[in-house]
């Protein structure tokens, strides 16, 4: 059973930094990607970016482009999500998804809340 556990949210006004850490456990040998989601009351779950994991290609929701990068560990499992230049619409929950062996897996939520 894999597990990711989430950390780095936090409270950040406009245009700062944060770096989101996404760490994966048991049964990781076969991770095809990772990437993070996140998801704001009242609407869909929505992608940000994902690595495949063996490969290293990268991709990017349009509206994180040039603001975000995605990167992984492989001796560590773990995934981050550097985030610069924020903006008061990226607060949300963010979620971090790994794909293992033909099985999703979902981390717990952590909260990004950006002030203007």
């Known amino acids: 059973q894999v597990q990711l556990v989430e950390s780095g949210g936090g409270l950040v006004q406009a245009g700062g930094s944060l770096r989101l850490s996404c760490a994966a456990s048991g049964g990781t040998f076969s991770t095809y990607t990772m990437g993070w989601f996140r998801q704001t009351p009242g609407k869909e779950r929505e992608f940000v970016a994902l690595v495949y994991w063996s490969s290293g290609t990268i991709r990017y929701a349009d509206s994180v482009k040039g603001r975000f990068t995605i990167s992984r560990d492989k001796n560590k499992n773990t995934s981050y999500l550097q985030m610069n230049s924020l903006k008061p619409e990226d607060t949300a929950v963010y979620y971090c998804?790994?794909?293992?062996?033909?099985?999703?897996?979902w981390g717990q939520g952590t909260q990004v809340t950006v002030s203007s």
């Open positions: 998804k790994a794909v293992v062996a033909g099985t999703e897996y």
